[in-house]
């Protein structure tokens, strides 16, 4: 159990999925989480389901939190960050879950003796099969990282990687839960043409991609190979395949994940426009 205090800035959805796992998984208890917000209603839905404890404003919570959530949105980070500041515990571990925020950012902001680490969990987390990256800068110890880490994985996985990878996370894991959601309308709409109702279509089609991805994390098999054991000779998986090959299928998932990896590299330049943050930051192992 972790019994130290971790604090939330934003009641928004990841807060919801990340404190529905801790509390699930028997991490910590309702009293040791705090939330600040500035929507009442927000928070009073916390304190309602969770029984968690709600901080008059985000300065009081990092006067009393050992983990500290910055959960809120990149435009809105750096004054929320900079109006904390002068309150922070000593020895706060600081987490971030806003993209575009590199390490060396949030250190020109909280300082570079800050224990700081930089996270990107997906929508997947609300129904606890998140998939999170995680990697910290070099004041992190790696008993504060393992605990971090004991936290993404209470709603669904997480790896730690090196933050000069986490624009491909961002492109494969962080944003790709919307390809998935096109991919499975498409395949429903094909199922309503054929006369399937809409309702029964959403099911088979969603229950279709969810078992598909269970088969490749849980056998190890390559998904190309998954594919072959489906395409009998002269059948109908393999007529599906050709057609979808010849509409540039592949092609077209490869350029949209690049696409997603461009602008995500764009939005933290734009940010904070040095290139040396991957150097600069470590990977806790």
Same mark, same amino acid.
């Given at each position: #159990?972790?019994?130290? !205090? ?10 919801? /999925? ?5 509390? !699930?998984? !028997? ?65 706060? @571990? ?7 925020? %590199?390490?060396? &950012? ?13 996270? #990107? ?18 004041? @992190? ?20 990687? %090196? ?8 492109? @494969? ?20 043409? %054929? ?5 029964? &279509? ?9 078992? /598909? /991805?269970?088969?490749? #994390? ?10 072959? #054991? ?21 092609? /077209? ?27 600069? %930051?470590?990977?806790?192992?």
């Amino acid at each position: #159990m972790i019994i130290k !205090k971790i604090g939330f800035i934003g009641a928004g959805n990841m807060s919801y /999925a990340i404190i529905g796992g801790l509390l !699930k998984a !028997k991490l910590t208890l309702p009293e040791n989480i705090v939330v600040s917000n500035r929507s009442p209603q927000k928070l009073e839905r916390f304190q309602k389901e969770f029984g968690i404890t709600v901080a008059k404003d985000s300065k009081e919570l990092a006067r009393q939190v050992d983990f500290l959530v910055m959960a809120v949105k990149p435009n809105v980070f750096d004054e929320v960050a900079k109006d904390i500041l002068p309150d922070l515990k000593k020895d706060v @571990v600081i987490i971030s879950i806003a993209a575009g925020k %590199s390490i060396e &950012a949030m250190e020109t902001i909280f300082g570079k003796d800050k224990k700081i680490v930089r996270t #990107m969990p997906n929508t997947p987390s609300l129904a606890n099969e998140g998939m999170s990256a995680l990697c910290s800068n070099e004041n @992190v110890t790696g008993d504060e990282m393992s605990e971090v880490e004991q936290i993404f994985n209470s709603f669904g996985k997480s790896q730690r990687v %090196s933050e000069s990878m986490f624009h491909s996370v961002i492109g @494969v894991a962080g944003s790709s839960p919307a390809y998935v959601f096109m991919f499975i309308e498409a395949m429903a709409d094909a199922a309503v043409v %054929s006369g399937m109702p809409r309702d029964q &279509a959403y099911a088979f089609a969603s229950q279709a991609v969810y078992g /598909a /991805a269970k088969l490749v #994390m849980e056998t190890g098999i390559h998904p190309g190979e998954l594919k072959d #054991m489906v395409c009998s000779p002269g059948g109908t998986t393999i007529e599906a395949v050709v057609a979808l090959e010849k509409n540039g299928f592949r092609g /077209a998932v490869i350029e949209g994940v690049n696409a997603c990896i461009a602008k995500s590299i764009a939005m933290e330049n734009n940010d904070f426009t040095s290139k040396t943050t991957a150097k600069k %930051s470590s990977f806790k192992t």
